[in-house]
C-alpha cells in the first residue's frame, strides 16, 4: 500500500506546528494555521476519520514537533515471550505504551508491564529503538519510535489490567495475531535473539 499521501500530511503538519511555535507575525500565522488545515484534510480524505476529529488531535500538539516515544518490556520466561492481549483490538502485543514525562526510559518499561501484565520486573538492558516508518506497522498520525527493554521478573503474577483482557507467554514459533500498530512479527521474532545471546548488539535503525 502506498501511504506516500500520509507521508506528505505529517510532514506538512510538524511544518506547520512548528512555524505556530516561533512566528510572531499574525499573516504567517494564518497560513501555518492554514497549512495545518489541509494536512487534516488529506488525512480525512483519506481515512475514515472524520476532518474534525483530526483538528482536535493536531491543536493538542505544542512546541517544536518530535517524534513520540513508544517502550515496550521484552520479559522472557523458559524460552517463551510475555505479551498481553489488548482491549481495544483483541489483538496481542509486547507490555508498554508511550513514555511518561518524569519515568527515566527503564522506570516506564517497568511501569507498563506491571500494569498490563500484572509482573514486577527488573530492567535488565535496552534492546532495540526502532523507527516506525521503517517496518511493516498500522498507519497511524504520529511519528513513533519504539524502544524495546529487556526486563526480567521479581515478584508478581499474570493479572490483565484496564488496557489488558489476557497475559500469556508465547513460544517464537506458535506466536498469535499481533497488534501492528504496537509491534510487528518481524519485530518480535528479532527479540528472541537476544534471549539466546546475551551479548548480542543492540538494534538501532
Same mark, same amino acid.
Not at 503538519?13 to 494536512?39: C, M
Not at 508491564?113 to 535496552?126: C, D, L, N, T
Given at each position: 500500500?502506498?501511504?506516500?499521501? /500520509?507521508?506528505?500530511?505529517?510532514?506538512?503538519?510538524?511544518?506547520?506546528?512548528?512555524?505556530?511555535?516561533?512566528?510572531?507575525?499574525?499573516?504567517?500565522? $494564518?497560513?501555518? =494555521?492554514?497549512?495545518? =488545515?489541509?494536512?487534516?484534510?488529506?488525512?480525512?480524505?483519506? +481515512?475514515?476519520? =472524520?476532518?474534525?476529529? !483530526?483538528?482536535?488531535?493536531?491543536?493538542?500538539?505544542?512546541?517544536?514537533?518530535?517524534?513520540?516515544? @513508544?517502550?515496550?518490556?521484552?520479559?522472557?520466561?523458559?524460552?517463551?515471550? /510475555?505479551?498481553?492481549?489488548?482491549?481495544?483490538?483483541?489483538?496481542?502485543?509486547?507490555?508498554?505504551?508511550?513514555?511518561?514525562?518524569?519515568?527515566?526510559? /527503564?522506570?516506564?518499561? !517497568?511501569? $507498563?508491564?506491571?500494569?498490563?501484565?500484572?509482573?514486577?520486573?527488573?530492567?535488565?538492558?535496552?534492546?532495540? /529503538?526502532?523507527?516506525?516508518?521503517?517496518?511493516?506497522?498500522?498507519?497511524?498520525?504520529?511519528?513513533?519510535?519504539?524502544?524495546?527493554?529487556?526486563?526480567?521478573?521479581?515478584?508478581?503474577?499474570?493479572? !490483565?489490567?484496564? =488496557?489488558?483482557? @489476557?497475559?500469556?507467554?508465547?513460544?517464537?514459533?506458535?506466536?498469535?495475531?499481533?497488534? +501492528?500498530?504496537?509491534?510487528?512479527?518481524?519485530?518480535?521474532?528479532?527479540?528472541?535473539?537476544?534471549?539466546? @545471546?546475551?551479548?548480542?548488539?543492540?538494534?538501532? @535503525?
Amino acid at each position: 500500500m502506498n501511504l506516500k499521501w /500520509l507521508e506528505w500530511a505529517r510532514r506538512i503538519q510538524a511544518l506547520s506546528q512548528a512555524g505556530l511555535t516561533f512566528s510572531k507575525d499574525p499573516f504567517d500565522i $494564518e497560513r501555518y =494555521e492554514e497549512l495545518r =488545515e489541509i494536512s487534516a484534510d488529506i488525512i480525512a480524505t483519506y +481515512t475514515e476519520l =472524520e476532518f474534525e476529529q !483530526i483538528q482536535n488531535i493536531f491543536l493538542q500538539e505544542s512546541g517544536y514537533p518530535t517524534p513520540k516515544v @513508544d517502550v515496550r518490556g521484552v520479559v522472557f520466561q523458559n524460552g517463551e515471550i /510475555l505479551l498481553v492481549k489488548e482491549r481495544n483490538d483483541e489483538k496481542w502485543a509486547l507490555p508498554g505504551g508511550f513514555c511518561e514525562v518524569g519515568l527515566s526510559p /527503564l522506570e516506564n518499561a !517497568i511501569k $507498563e508491564v506491571e500494569e498490563e501484565s500484572g509482573f514486577q520486573v527488573k530492567a535488565v538492558r535496552p534492546l532495540a /529503538l526502532l523507527d516506525m516508518n521503517i517496518h511493516a506497522h498500522t498507519p497511524q498520525l504520529h511519528h513513533y519510535y519504539k524502544l524495546f527493554i529487556q526486563c526480567e521478573i521479581v515478584g508478581g503474577e499474570a493479572t !490483565i489490567g484496564m =488496557e489488558t483482557n @489476557d497475559v500469556q507467554f508465547f513460544s517464537k514459533a506458535h506466536l498469535p495475531e499481533l497488534s +501492528t500498530g504496537r509491534n510487528t512479527m518481524s519485530q518480535i521474532k528479532s527479540m528472541f535473539a537476544f534471549a539466546e @545471546d546475551p551479548f548480542k548488539e543492540m538494534m538501532i @535503525d
